[in-house]
């Protein structure tokens, strides 16, 4: 019974469907994550809730744009590699279409100040937005002082030392990078 | 061709060390455009944030083929968009191979990132408010983009989630108040 649903469920379905949510979402990745779950774990069980609970984790975890990653491994826990990439042409083509057409008419009309003053005040939205998601993490993961410290760390760095922003990343990807080596060896040599 | 081959650098260095998704990634891009490159100006980002609002899709690839296309017209675009996905995708393609123990990894690495995903997203936060509340060359700060910004405040707390109405709203107003007192 599993076996009929799964090859029902074409690639061209897993196009069409990521076509589609990509097209009618606004907001970025994390708008998609509800349509996503409704349909592949709560509708359709093509992922199970481990599966998927692993799956926002790695998203999360990997660089890159969010909906992307997502996109990676929904199609690869449907489909394999093959799903994989139609999941991620049918998340970045509305995008880069719209992108095109729209884009180019803006930076035609970009001269003209009311495009201008337009598109300054749709700029505000993302600062308030912005201070919304900092304060819900912040009061999620400030409960440590670990973390509070590692943040002024941060901070200060780029701040106060002027550091460039992708030399203070890669300092903490190299501490990240130990960390999760000291893991593999603990996990591989017991 | 220099400047595509430096746009695609940008780009890939952008995504491979991009932790965090569109928030956390546009101190980088502000970093990477206006100050090191110089590709494209202040005003011009602010603009760039407004235009990836506004299209449906993720936001990090819409602020990629917006910045492409600003520089380097279409074929700008196609570079900015592939390099945006494709470090993603070899990495992702390399997690799957080593599955059975990389969910541990994977959440020693989202609690290791934790602080800097939150030191990004408040640098993030100052570069949109010193680029839109104090713009270059005045020396007092914009009265416009303050009332804006807390009617995005109110919205926000409201309604909880951002969505188009409050960002074509939010672009309406401003053209109204220059209309009506003067930028």
């Given amino acids: 019974m599993e076996e009929i649903e799964k090859k029902a469920f074409s690639l061209k379905t897993l196009f069409t469907n990521f076509f589609s949510i990509s097209m009618f979402t606004l907001g970025g990745g994390y708008s998609m994550l509800l349509p996503l779950y409704e349909f592949y774990v709560k509708e359709k069980k093509l992922i199970s809730q481990e599966d998927w609970d692993e799956a926002i984790i790695i998203s999360q975890s990997s660089p890159g744009a969010f909906a992307v990653n997502l996109a990676y491994l929904v199609g690869y826990y449907t489909h394999g590699i093959w799903g994989a990439i139609i999941a991620i042409i049918g998340m970045v083509l509305p995008s880069f279409l719209s992108m095109l057409t729209l884009g180019s008419l803006m930076i035609y009309f970009f001269d003209g100040s009311t495009m201008k003053t337009f598109l300054f005040g749709v700029a505000c939205g993302p600062v308030a937005y912005y201070v919304d998601a900092f304060y819900r993490s912040a009061v999620k993961a400030f409960k440590e002082i670990k973390v509070i410290l590692a943040f002024m760390l941060f901070i200060v760095l780029i701040y106060y030392f002027k550091l460039p922003i992708l030399s203070v990343i890669s300092i903490a990807l190299a501490t990240v990078l130990v960390q999760v080596i000291l893991l593999f060896f603990k996990t591989k040599f017991k | ?183």
């Avoid at chain 2, 997203?121 to 100052?126: A, K, N, Q, S």
């Avoid at chain 2, 009332?147 to 960002?167: A, E, N, Q």
Wanted: proline share 4%.
């Fill in chain 2, 1 to 183: 061709m220099i400047v595509l081959l430096t746009l695609a650098k940008v780009f890939f260095l952008i995504t491979l060390l991009g932790f965090g998704g569109a928030n956390g990634v546009l101190p980088l891009l502000h970093e990477q455009l206006v100050h090191v490159t110089k590709f494209i100006s202040e005003e011009q980002f602010v603009g760039l944030v407004g235009v990836s609002q506004l299209t449906p899709g993720p936001i990090l690839i819409n602020s990629a083929t917006y910045a492409g296309l600003t520089v380097y017209g279409i074929t700008g675009a196609t570079v900015t968009t592939i390099l945006v996905v494709l470090p993603s995708f070899f990495i992702l393609s390399g997690a799957m191979s080593l599955k059975h123990h990389s969910e541990a990894i994977f959440s020693t690495i989202r609690e290791g990132f934790r602080p800097l995903a939150l030191a990004l997203l408040g640098v993030g936060i100052l570069v949109l408010v010193s680029t839109v509340v104090f713009p270059e060359g005045s020396s007092y700060p914009s009265f416009k983009a303050i009332f804006l910004i807390t009617i995005g405040f109110f919205y926000i707390w409201v309604i909880k989630k951002p969505s188009l109405y409050l960002f074509i709203s939010l672009g309406c107003l401003s053209i109204t108040w220059d209309f009506f007192i003067g930028s």
